[in-house]
């Protein structure tokens, strides 16, 4: 039974055999980033002191409306997660990224007319007060660059089967998504609060930048041969693929833990940093090596189907 898998693995053409894997790990992100919010909700619920004490820059808590609108989003790309899916799902899908949408564009629109829109507040009020001023505000409002984010993602999943020639336009937007992402968890990571905060105003959260991180990673794998990504993944295999993705990632992990390292005092900062800038160079050897090794592979075996030696 196992060689009868393997000998269909080999059949299927390597876009496509890449296209299942990207599809598979798009939905996978899609269900990572919609428990995120879920469990979030359920500290709050729980033992929000406990919530506190595992969440990046301790009071800069996911909002509860990002909290909802973060799982509306999880519903709306799962609904569509097939090319195919009925018409049903693709409204239903609509009407939710719309909602959400509009919620962010309500609230930069608060933000900059200066009127208090409440709607981030009606739940869990108490919690969400800081007691003191600061980010010239009193309590944990949905920051300027998450609503950004929750309106930009809300477009991109309502277009996401927009026709091949123009879609690219809108995966441009995940992309940008993901570098808001980025930023702020390098932000977090770092310590550097410009990177994660904008306008003086409440930064985004540590688990909210992780979950615009997922979501729109998803909603480019979910169509991975459409737009821009049929120029990513080309004819290269899944691995060629998630290594190009990587290389944005590791970074990030080897920043964290030279930071806990120095923060429990395991060695001094000029170690730390001589053994980040060590560990990225050989990182990063590695990634090129696997990834010219795989791509060898390819053109050996392309070479051989096609009757040379």
């Known amino acids: 039974m196992e060689r009868k898998v393997m000998a269909e693995k080999k059949s299927i053409p390597v876009t496509d055999l890449t296209a299942i894997v990207l599809l598979r790990l798009g939905k996978a ?58 018409r049903k799902n693709r409204r239903i899908s609509k009407t939710l990224v719309l909602i959400v949408s509009f919620i962010g564009f309500l609230k930069i629109l608060s933000l900059f007319l200066d009127f208090d829109l409440r709607l981030d507040g009606l739940l869990f009020r108490e919690q969400l007060d800081f007691y003191k001023e600061i980010y010239n505000t009193s309590w944990n409002e949905m920051a300027p660059n998450t609503a950004l984010s929750f309106m930009l993602l809300g477009i991109t999943i309502w277009r996401i089967d927009y026709n091949a020639r123009n879609a690219k336009y809108f995966q441009y937007i995940n992309y940008f998504i993901v570098l808001i992402a980025l930023l702020s968890l390098y932000g977090y990571v770092y310590g550097v609060r410009n990177l994660y905060g904008v306008f003086h105003k409440v930064p985004m959260s540590f688990y909210s930048g992780l979950c615009f991180l997922l979501f729109s990673i998803s909603v480019l794998f979910i169509r991975p041969m459409k737009g821009s ?32 390292g120095e923060r429990l005092e395991l060695f001094e900062k000029e170690l730390g940093t001589a053994m980040l800038a060590v560990l990225t160079y050989v990182i990063s050897m590695v990634l090129i090596a696997r990834k010219s090794s795989v791509q060898y592979r390819l053109r050996k075996a392309r070479k051989k189907d096609s009757g040379f030696d």
């Open 29 to 86: 992100f899609c269900l990572l980033g919609t428990a995120i919010p879920v469990l979030i909700l359920i500290g709050r619920l729980i033992d929000y002191q406990f919530l506190l004490s595992i969440t990046p820059g301790k009071f800069i808590v996911m909002n509860p409306l990002s909290s909802i609108c973060f799982i509306l989003v999880g519903i709306a790309i799962w609904l569509v997660w097939d090319a195919n899916a009925p």
């Open 229 to 260: 990504m049929v120029i990513l993944v080309g004819e290269n295999p899944a691995e060629v693929v998630l290594l190009r993705f990587l290389a944005f990632v590791l970074p990030l992990i080897f920043g964290w833990l030279k930071i806990e």
